[in-house]
């Protein structure tokens, strides 16, 4: 089942808004796609990762995904959890209408696949789960066609966005480990290896440790990094 909690779009189909929740999401529902305009994305419950060009993201609750026009993308659910998201999209009209053009820095000032995520510590940190709230507000007390008030909060949001300057760190921070464990394996591929051999080479502390991050591991290995 999948319900819409929170919907508006504006009249010249700048923007589209919708807070969403699935029951029990199947995985035909959730194909590999983009879109022609812009998206943000915010993840609030379930259990996912994101594959943006390839690369993989495992999800947090309150993470937030940043995707630009014809960047493919798809959601790959981890179970039959409920799941529970924000999706935000927005065209090359709303930047020229609010007189914005220069909030597509942080969607377009990187590589496809890369800088994607905007990690949940840093949404709250910044204020944006507040700005979320603030735009639901101003949906739920406008009627359609009122949509200024609105944009202008979409425009804050963008703001924002463009002025966390973490977000190639974040994704370094959660892969570079895998990264480092992966190289490590294909230069030693004619070896045996074991679990507390590649702790000791890696930057991690023990083989329970590696043990942690397998399904990771698996995923990244499966989204052709």
């Known amino acids: 089942m999948h319900v819409v909690q ?15 929740c699935s029951q029990s999401p199947i995985f035909k529902d959730y194909k590999l796609h983009a879109h022609k305009g812009f998206e943000v994305f915010i993840f609030l ?18 993470d937030m995904l940043i995707i630009r026009n014809d960047e493919l993308h798809q959601v790959m659910h981890e179970g039959s959890n409920v799941y529970d998201r924000i999706v935000l999209h927005i065209t090359d009209k709303f930047f020229e209408k609010f007189h914005c053009a220069q909030y597509k820095k942080a969607f ?3 590589q496809l696949g890369k800088g994607n995520l905007i990690s949940a510590q840093n949404v709250k940190s910044s204020g944006m789960d507040m700005l979320l709230n603030r ?20 425009v804050a949001l963008l703001h924002t966005i463009n002025h966390i300057n973490t977000l190639d760190g974040e994704i370094e ?10 190289q490590y394996i294909n230069n030693n591929i004619a070896s045996p290896l074991t679990l507390d051999e590649i702790a000791e080479n890696c930057s991690v502390q023990d083989g329970t440790a590696i ?3 397998t399904d990771r591991l698996r995923d990244l290995l499966i989204g052709g990094n």
């Open 6 to 20: 929170c919907v508006r779009s504006d009249r010249d189909k700048c923007f589209s808004y919708a807070r969403k």
């Open 135 to 154: 735009i639901e507000h101003y949906i739920a007390e406008t009627k359609k066609g009122e949509d200024m008030v609105v944009g202008c909060a979409i």
């Open 211 to 213: 043990n942690a991050q």
């Open 108 to 110: 377009l000032d990187r």
């Open 173 to 182: 921070a959660r892969n570079d480990n895998i990264k480092e464990i992966i």
């Open 45 to 62: 419950r379930g259990k996912a990762h994101f594959i943006i060009e390839g690369n993989t993201y495992h999800i947090r609750p309150y």
